[in-house]
């Protein structure tokens, strides 16, 4: 069967990006080849050409003679990742039109957050509010932007899962999506643009605070 019209090529890359957006698996975890495989349906060498794409993108490690692990990103990582946010997401504001079918997907998202929360499931309302951004990005209409801000969300969740997830780091923004979302849905752009530039600072803040937090409680620098 030819690569075109083999569904795996793009299905386990897939596929390993939603565990890692998830958060099913752990960053610094060294994944398992043999389980990996026999959960996902695929041989080896399928998995292993997912492995080097996700490895391309900055998502995992191959370190010689000891395997693939789960890539844990840094501070550096943290800004360059809303370097993108701002810029990618700014133009999905900007480019969102009455009635696209991913505003419900936003709306569902919120709904989720709000009932994970009533349930104390803070790992589920970070997967929410992940699913949310990635619906906003799909309001551009772009299939090349939506796959690079998931690769960019699955970074992103691999440095919140350095982090223990409270309600600290995640309440707060339940009910800021659900006012951006608002924003969006009349139609005022300036204003919700003014709110995802808010959000965007305050998120960024609240991990880089809590990075170093843990980077001095462990007595690193």
């Given amino acids: 069967m030819s690569q075109a019209t083999d569904p795996q090529t793009t299905r386990i890359p897939h596929q390993l990006r939603e565990m890692l957006i998830s958060g099913e698996v752990a960053p610094g975890e060294k994944l398992s080849e043999q389980r990996l495989a026999q959960g996902l349906g695929t041989s080896r060498n399928t998995l ?42 700014r133009g999905a504001v900007e480019a969102a039109l009455p009635g696209h079918p991913a505003l419900k997907d936003m ?17 589920g309302v970070a997967t929410q509010n992940m699913a949310y951004h990635r619906a906003m990005v799909r309001l551009a209409d772009s299939p090349r932007l939506s796959a690079c801000f998931d690769s960019t969300m699955a970074e992103m969740r691999l440095a919140f899962g350095q982090i223990e997830d409270s309600a600290f780091l995640h309440e707060p923004y339940i009910e800021l999506n659900a006012g951006l979302l608002r924003a969006i849905l009349r139609g005022n752009h300036l204003t919700a643009l003014a709110q995802l530039d808010a959000y965007l600072n305050r998120s960024e ?5 809590a990075f170093a937090r843990m980077r001095s409680a462990t007595g690193s620098r």
């Fill in 205 to 209: 803040q609240a991990i880089l605070g």
């Fill in 48 to 89: 292993r050409e997912a492995f080097r794409t996700l490895a391309a993108e900055g998502l995992l490690i191959h370190h010689p003679n000891r395997g693939v692990f789960v890539a844990a990103p840094d501070e550096a990582a943290i800004l360059d990742i809303y370097r993108l946010r701002r810029v990618v997401q």
């Fill in 107 to 123: 709306a569902e998202c919120v709904a989720g957050a709000e009932q994970a929360r009533g349930a104390g499931d803070w790992r």
